[in-house]
C-alpha cells in the first residue's frame, strides 16, 4: 500500500468539558487502509493508553469502528472523533478492552477518576 495524507491521519482527541478528562488533549492516529469507506479505519491511541474501552496496544475498541458492528461508508472522520470523545467520558462497561480500565471503572470509580486525572497531566491541552 502506498502511504498517502489520506492512509494515516494524526490528530489530537480533545476531551469534552465539564468530565473527568477535561484539560487533556489526546494523541489519536487513524489508519485508513485501501478498502476504505468499506472498511473502517484504525484509530489509535498510544500504546498503555488508560480506558476501558482500548486495548493495551492503544487500539479503540468502539461499535462503530466494527467491521461485524455499526461500521458504514457514510459514516464520516467528525463523527468517528465525537464517537470516541462521547466513548472518553462514557465507557461501554459491556464491551471492555482493557482489564485494569475496566475493573477500576466498575468497581472503584474514585480510583477510575484519579488514573484519568493522572493522564489528562501527561497529554494537558496546548495553548
Known sequence: MEISEHSVQKKSAPSGSKTDWEGGYFP???NFSEEYPSKPPKC????????????P????????????GGWRPSITVKQILVGIQDLLDQPNATDAAQTEGHQLYVSNPNE?????QQQVLQYPQSL
Do not use: A, D, Q
Open 57 to 68: 496496544s492503544g487500539i479503540v475498541c468502539l461499535s462503530i469502528l466494527s467491521e461485524r
Open 112 to 116: 477510575y477518576r484519579k488514573r484519568v
Open 28 to 30: 489519536l492516529t487513524l
Open 44 to 55: 489509535k491511541f498510544p500504546n498503555g493508553f488508560f480506558h476501558p474501552n482500548v486495548y
